[in-house]
Structure formats: structure tokens, C-alpha cells
């Protein structure tokens, strides 16, 4: 949050209330958790208080650390496809748009989500979880993939396949970059 005494934004509640129920359910202190994650015990107590929303890239390495999917952090419902999820805007991260489009599905081992990177923003992520892919459509604009230390270019109705249990990273090549990415969480 940006202003002393300022109201938790409805992405910043969702991901508190998760990171606080995935806790509780494995009994995990702070501790143990900021172990498991690679994120500090106090930044997560900031997060869980609704004090700190976290980066892209924070919340990233906290949804892997936990083994959860990082659309279970977005939304309250997690069960149905739905095209009115709000586009989700963290507010360190003005660069970026993450739209919900199917949140994890334990039958399938999937989540689908639209992004949006403008101003030629770079977004960079840890490796998820060993065997994870992303499948990626782009729908509009020029997306550059970083994928093995390289970037490769990706122009509108191209894809590639990325394996997201290795460091990675998408940056926009255009102004406005939009394209839809399918995680796939090995079983």
C-alpha cells in the first residue's frame, strides 16, 4: 500500500487471507514458512496483516514455496471459470494486468490467466515447481521470453511452451504486450 492508513486493496484481503489459511492448515509459523519461500518472516507477517502487498514476484515465490497454485491468491471462488474477474493490479507492479481466467483446477492441473505488460516493462520469476510449464498464446502486441539465459521474440498469434521450474521472464517489446498463459502444474 502506497498512503499510511490506506485500505488494503480486494487483491491485497485475498492474498492475506490465503497466505493466512495455508498457514494455519499446515501449521506453519512464520518462521518455517519465510524458510519454505525464500520471503522474510517480516514481510509476511506484513502481508498476512494487509500492511504490504506483495510483487508479482514475491507472491510468485510465495505461492511455490507452499506448493499452491498463484491463482488461489487472486480470487475467493476457485472453483469456476468466470470472464468477470477484474483485471487484478498490484500496485507495485503498475506495469502489469493479471486477468483470472480459469483459476486452478485440481481435476485438470491447470490455471489460465490473460496479462497485460506495458511500457516496455520486463517482468522477471523464480522457478516454480519442479515440472511446471506455461503454455503462452500472444494475443496482441510483441512478447520477448526469457527461457535458458536467452530471450526469444514472440509476435501476436505465436506461442511457445515454457518450462517455469527454471528462472524466467517476459518482457513487452512494444508498449503493450497482451497474451494468455496456461500453467500446468505436474501431478
Not at 515465490?61 to 472453483?79: H, W
Not at 519442479?130 to 503462452?136: A, C, P, Y
Not at 498464446?137 to 521470453?145: A, E, M, N, T, W
Request: net charge negative; proline share 4%.
Amino acid at each position: 500500500m502506497t498512503k499510511a492508513n490506506a485500505q488494503p486493496s480486494a487483491i491485497s484481503k485475498n492474498i492475506a487471507r490465503q497466505l493466512q489459511s495455508v498457514r494455519k492448515a499446515r501449521e506453519l509459523s512464520l518462521d518455517k514458512t519465510a524458510k519454505l519461500t525464500g520471503v522474510s518472516k517480516a514481510m509476511l507477517g506484513q502481508i498476512e496483516r494487509g500492511e504490504s502487498s506483495p510483487t508479482i514476484a514475491t507472491l510468485w515465490k510465495i505461492a511455490t514455496g507452499l506448493e499452491c497454485s498463484f491463482s488461489s491468491f487472486l480470487s475467493n471462488d476457485i472453483t469456476e471459470p468466470t470472464s468477470q474477474h477484474a483485471d487484478n493490479k498490484f500496485a507495485n507492479d503498475p506495469n502489469v494486468t493479471i486477468k483470472t481466467l480459469f483459476p486452478f483446477n485440481p481435476a485438470t492441473q491447470f490455471e489460465m490467466f490473460e496479462l497485460c505488460l506495458t511500457d516496455f516493462h520486463e517482468q522477471h520469476s523464480s522457478a516454480h515447481q519442479l515440472g511446471v510449464t506455461e503454455h503462452i498464446h500472444v494475443l496482441q502486441g510483441k512478447l520477448g521470453v526469457l527461457q535458458d539465459g536467452q530471450w526469444n521474440t514472440y509476435q501476436a498469434l505465436e506461442q511457445c511452451i515454457l518450462r517455469a521450474d527454471q528462472p524466467h521472464g517476459y518482457r513487452d517489446e512494444l508498449g503493450e504486450t497482451r497474451f494468455v498463459v496456461v500453467i500446468h502444474y505436474p501431478t
